[in-house]
């Protein structure tokens, strides 16, 4: 019987000397904050969510929710409606970072769920407890305050001023699309298959070989909840 792989198996012997390592963010690139945090605000408000229209700037004055209130709301969003445990996960993140795991790829997952002083238990176990839910691989997870350079080769990242920080230091980021930030140049994707694209090419240019797929797994996102071994 093929053993089934956990967290634990793809940190074993973890030695990321030489691999190339991708700087992947969670809300907004894997997790679909946006919705998420709709259905919150609705039910705060006591709105219909689809009066709530797309999230066009990074605050969400739109939404009829100044900063004071996104606070209030939001840690309710995290403490009470549990937002990083049932957060909608975006299509196919978990099949493509396996697949690029799989070529060798050393997935680093930096979020920044922490900025607030408050709800920490909850923010991090919700957060890998979702994470196992929809079998995203990781060799790192990255709980961060402000987000510093993680010393990663690429990033994926969705927030503007984190794209441009992360670029202004020199290094590549793929935006991963979102109506917050189309005014930003360069490297985008919509989709997570557009994303796997761009870093195999990155990885390739950066001289790091791209080992073959293991053969024989039909259902990648399937290897961390089927449990047994
Ligand atoms: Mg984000």
């Known amino acids: 019987m093929a053993r089934d792989r956990t967290h634990q198996d793809a940190a074993e012997g973890a030695d990321h000397d030489g691999a190339f390592i991708l700087g992947v963010d969670l809300d907004g690139v894997c997790g679909d904050h946006e919705a998420a945090f709709r259905s919150v605000v609705a039910a705060e408000l006591n709105v219909d969510p689809a009066t709530l229209g797309p999230q066009e700037s990074w605050d ?5 929710v100044d900063d004071e209130a996104f606070m209030r709301i939001h840690r309710k969003a995290v403490l009470e409606y549990r ?4 957060m909608p996960v975006l299509d196919g993140v978990a099949e ?11 997935i680093r997952l930096i979020t920044h769920r922490l900025y607030a002083n408050w709800g920490h238990q909850v923010a991090v176990s919700d957060t890998v ?3 196992d839910e929809h079998g995203i ?11 510093p350079q993680v010393e990663a080769n690429a990033y994926v990242e969705d927030a503007p001023h984190n794209v441009e920080a992360l670029r202004a230091t020199g290094n590549p980021v793929i935006v ?16 997570w298959a557009e994303v796997e694209e761009i870093v195999l090419d990155l990885v390739v240019a950066a001289g790091t070989s791209v080992q073959g797929q293991f053969t024989g797994v ?8 089927s449990g047994g071994g």
């Open 60 to 64: 969400y004055h739109a939404w009829g």
């Open 83 to 86: 937002m990083f445990r049932t």
């Open 96 to 106: 493509a970072l396996w697949r690029l795991s799989d070529a060798g790829v050393w």
């Open 129 to 131: 407890a979702w994470l």
């Open 137 to 147: 691989p990781y060799r790192d997870l990255c709980l961060l305050g402000n987000k």
């Open 176 to 191: 991963f699309d979102q109506p917050y930030n189309r005014s930003l140049g360069g490297l985008r994707a919509s989709t």
């Open 218 to 225: 039909e259902d990648p996102t399937g290897r961390l909840r």
